[in-house]
Structure formats: C-alpha cells, structure tokens
C-alpha cells in the first residue's frame, strides 16, 4: 500500500497569506505545505480530509480515480473542499462512499445542504454516507481502525492501517488509545509549533508522544509557518523523527 502526504500545513496552510516570515518566503519547496490530507492506495483509493486544498491536491497528485473519502473531523480545513469529488462522480459515473462519525455527518449534512436536499439540483455530488463508530471498518481490503484523539475537548478521529497510524489534530490521547497505536512501525502525529497551543500538540509534545509510542519512523504533519523553516527544524529532531512535506510516499 502506499501513502502519500497531499498536504501537511495547519489550517491556514503554508505560507499564509499575506505573512513575510521566513518560512513563509522561504523557496524550499517542503516549506509549501496544502491542508493536511493524505491518499491511501491499495485495492481501493482513499482520501483522508478533503480540506479546502482537494481540487489542487487531487490535480497535483494526478489521483485518476477515488473510492472513498473518510475524514478525522469536521473542521473547515478537513472538509471545505468535499465539493470537488463531483470531478469523481462524473468520470466514475457512481457516487462517492464518504466515512464520518454521526456528528460530523450532522456538520457535513449542514455545510453541504444541498447535496442531501430531496429535490437536487442536477450536478451536484453524490455520496453515500457511511458512519464510523470506535469499531474497525473495512474499504475494500483496506482495514481502518479508528483511534480517538482529543482536540482540547473535540473528540477527533485517527485511524490505523495495519502498521500506518495517522493523526492530524491531537492535544491529549488517553491510554486506552494509545494501545491501539502501540506497535505502528510508521506513526504520523501533528507538531504545529513551538509555542504552546489549546487543541494541538506543540513540537516538544510531539516529539514526547513519539518517543512514548516508539515506531521505527514518526512524521509530523499539521505544521504552522511559526513551527520553523523545514530545513532548520530538521536538524532539531531526534533520529526515527522528521517532518513529513507536501509529496512526500510511504510503503506500508
Ligand atoms: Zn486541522
Ligand atoms: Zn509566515
Ligand atoms: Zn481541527
């Protein structure tokens, strides 16, 4: 299976607007980073979030056909984009299977009204809306085991794949989840920046929660312009750890 970073950016991505930080003037291309989402590829295609980068990810990425989209929650920066899977249903001729717990279906169902109106406007997107519990739900043969994050007090959902264990927006994690992430060989953890944070994990809590999980590899993703230049940070972090960028494949 293979996984590919579409974005690795916080919410306002990198750079941010208007801002003339050195991150977000900087010309390495790992310091451009989209809304965090990620694309599974095995027997079926996944996406993971489609924040308001979808279009640009999935046209970046050259994705030619997706099965499913399945999101952590219901943030703008994970859903926004949900609009743009149409491209999808139009080549594909089928609706798309959309994974969410009920209470992002009920944000999703608001955001997107139209789309589960009982009259429809003819173009719109068509899903088929599929709940996610704390059980383990099958895409094709691909096996999603739900992992619950706290983002300050929104419960949001992470999920592992076999040996792939991928969270966007924690700050806390209980110990009874942090045994269904116990022995990933590859963990992906959000580190937004130095400075301490309400609803997400700082670089030296990340760092402390990956050294408490001990995967051979861990990457951070949900990255702010303030966390530092892609190059500088790296040389700050232990050895097993990197920054995950934009592009970026893994081999699960
Ligand atoms: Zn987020
Ligand atoms: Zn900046
Ligand atoms: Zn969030």
Redo the contacts with the bound molecule.
């Keep these: 299976m293979t996984i590919t970073f579409l974005g690795t950016g916080t919410s306002q991505g990198v750079?941010?607007i208007a801002?003339g930080?050195e991150?977000?003037t900087s010309s390495d291309k790992r310091d451009k980073r989209l809304r965090s989402s990620i694309l599974v590829e095995g027997d079926k295609t996944v996406v993971i979030d489609s924040g308001p980068d979808f279009r640009y990810q999935m046209l970046r990425a050259n994705v030619q056909h997706l099965d499913a989209l399945v999101f952590t929650h219901e943030h703008k920066d994970h859903v926004a984009g949900m609009d743009d899977i149409r491209a999808f249903n139009y080549k594909q001729n089928s609706p798309i299977d959309v994974w969410a717990e009920e209470r992002v279906q009920a944000a999703i169902k608001r955001e997107f009204h139209y789309i589960f109106t009982e009259f429809k406007y003819p173009g719109i997107p068509q899903v088929n809306l599929n709940t996610i519990t704390n059980e383990p739900f099958l895409i094709g043969d691909i096996k999603f085991t739900p992992i619950e994050v706290m983002h300050y007090k929104l419960p949001v959902k992470g999920f592992r794949i076999n040996n792939f264990t991928y969270i966007t927006d924690a700050k806390t994690i209980s110990d009874s989840e942090k045994e269904l992430i116990k022995g990933s060989s590859i963990l992906v953890i959000n580190a937004l920046q130095k400075q301490t944070h309400i609803s997400h994990f700082t670089l030296e809590e990340a760092i402390a929660f990956a050294q408490e999980i001990g995967a051979e590899r861990t990457y951070f993703t949900h990255i702010s312009?303030r966390l530092g230049r892609h190059e500088d940070i790296s040389k700050e972090l232990p050895l097993g750890i990197e920054l995950a960028y934009d592009g970026l494949k893994l081999e699960i």
């Design positions: 750079p941010v801002c930080c991150v977000c312009h």
